[in-house]
C-alpha cells in the first residue's frame, strides 16, 4: 500500500556534464518505469542541469541539504524556496555526513522539516546510529530520539509528507550491510515512535528507506521486509546501471 521510494544521493560527486550524462541514462534505462517513485539528489551545482534532463519525467529532484531560514545573510546557504525554484520535490535533511561535519542536530533538522514542508517540499529525515552505539545496544534508543526531535510539531498531511531515512552510520560507504532482519527491526521500530506520535494510521503511511551500502545484489532482499520502503543510495547511485537495477529491485 506504501509505493516504494528509491533516491540516490550524489553527495559530492559530479560535475555538471557529468550529472547531465548520469541523470540522462538513468531517464533512458527507466523508460515508461512508474512503479516506484524515482528521486535523485544531485549537488547543488547541478540542479538546475539535472532538472533540466528530467523535466518531461516521472523522475523527481532533490536537494541534500538546506537552510531552515527563508532568506538573509547565511553565506554558502541554501534555501527551500531556491529549491523549488529549481522544481525540487524533496529535500535530504539530518545526513549523518551533515550531523559530523557541519554539526547539525535532531533540534535544526526538525526546524528544516517544518520549513521545507512551509515551501512544499518533502523532507527525507535521515536518522541511525554509529557503530559504537550498535555495539552498546542503545540502537532502538538513539534512532527513537532522533525520530522523535526531527519530526515534532507536524501536522497530519505534513507527517503523511515526509519520508525517514534510516541509514546506520556503521554501513555507509563501507560496503557493511545490515542484515535484512536487523534493518527491518529498526524500521519497524521507527514506524512504533511514528504511531505513539501520531497515530497508527499515519504511521502506516510513512515511507522509511534504508540507506547504507544498498547494491543490486541485497536491494531486493532489504526492500522485500515489510517495513522497508525504498532504499537511499549513496555509492551505488553513481552508476546508472547500478542505481537502475536497484530501483527496479524495489517492487
Ligand atoms: P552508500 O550507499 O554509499 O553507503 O551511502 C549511503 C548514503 O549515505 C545515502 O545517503
Redesign the pocket.
Known amino acids: 500500500m506504501r509505493k516504494p521510494i528509491v ?1 540516490g ?1 550524489w ?1 559530492m560527486n559530479k560535475t555538471m556534464r557529468e550529472a547531465e550524462s548520469l541523470a540522462e541514462s538513468i531517464k533512458v534505462d527507466l523508460g515508461e518505469f512508474t512503479k516506484v517513485d524515482v528521486v535523485l ?1 544531485p549537488p547543488f551545482t547541478a540542479l538546475k542541469t539535472v532538472s533540466d534532463v528530467i523535466s518531461r519525467s516521472a523522475i523527481r529532484l532533490g536537494g541534500q541539504h538546506m537552510s531552515a531560514e527563508p532568506s538573509g545573510a547565511f553565506t554558502g546557504e541554501i534555501s527551500a524556496g531556491m529549491l523549488r525554484d529549481l522544481y525540487c520535490n524533496y529535500v ?1 535533511l539530518g ?3 551533515r550531523r559530523a561535519y557541519a554539526g547539525e542536530t535532531d533540534a535544526g533538522v526538525n526546524e528544516k522539516t517544518l520549513a521545507a514542508h512551509a515551501s512544499g517540499l518533502k523532507p527525507i529525515v ?1 536518522v541511525g546510529e554509529k557503530l559504537e552505539e550498535r555495539e552498546a545496544g542503545i540502537t532502538q534508543a538513539v534512532v527513537e530520539a532522533q525520530v522523535k526531535g526531527c519530526l515534532s510539531g507536524l501536522d497530519e498531511e505534513q507527517v503523511k509528507n515526509t519520508i525517514v ?1 534510516y ?1 546506520p552510520v556503521w ?5 557493511k ?1 545490515a542484515t535484512p532482519e536487523m534493518a527491518q527491526d529498526v524500521h519497524a521500530h521507527i514506524r512504533a515512535v511514528v504511531a505513539v506520535m501520531f497515530g497508527d494510521d499515519l504511521a502506516k503511511t510513512v515511507r522509511i528507506q534504508y ?5 543490486p545484489g541485497n536491494a531486493a532482499e532489504l526492500i522485500s521486509q515489510p517495513d522497508i520502503d525504498g ?7 553513481l552508476d546508472a546501471g547500478s542505481f537502475v537495477e536497484i530501483v527496479k529491485a524495489a517492487v
Open positions: 533516491a544521493n553527495k539528489c535530504i545526513h549523518s555526513e535521515c531515512a541509514e554501513a555507509i560507504g563501507t560496503g550491510t540507506g547504507g551500502s544498498m547494491k532504499g537511499l543510495i549513496g555509492g551505488a547511485a
